[in-house]
């Protein structure tokens, strides 16, 4: 088994700031890319920001300069720095990973529960 837990979320006003931690957890060999989803209500969920397992970045055009995700691969785990928060970022966050349970088996994608973030004007 896999696990993927997110933590974080929260309510918080406009301009200020919350961080997001997923750590995974269970059987599993190597860790490849991790990213951050969201979805809001009525919406389609959307990528935010991504950490490949090479070490390239990439951010939503709607989140660059204000969020900043990183990752220890020693623990497992990835984070999210949401600064400058506005009421569009309201939404439920997903943690998102890329795992090779074992090194003859094929990666896999595993999620998380969901963290839910709420700013409020």
């Known amino acids: 088994q896999v696990y993927l837990v997110e933590s974080g979320g929260g309510l918080v006003q406009a301009g200020g700031s919350l961080r997001l931690s997923c750590a995974a957890s269970g059987s599993i060999f190597r860790v490849n890319d991790m990213g951050w989803f969201r979805q809001a209500p009525g919406k389609q969920r959307e990528l935010v920001a991504i950490s490949t397992g090479d070490g390239n970045i990439n951010y939503a055009d709607s989140v660059k300069g204000r969020f900043t995700i990183s990752r220890d691969n020693a623990k497992k785990s990835l984070y999210l720095q949401m600064n400058s928060l506005k009421p569009e970022d309201t939404a439920v966050y997903y943690c998102?990973?890329?795992?090779?349970?074992?090194?003859?088996?094929?990666?896999?994608?595993?999620w998380g529960q969901g963290t839910q973030v709420t700013v409020s004007s």
């Open positions: 998102k990973a890329g795992i090779k349970r074992r090194s003859y088996m094929p990666e896999s994608d595993y």
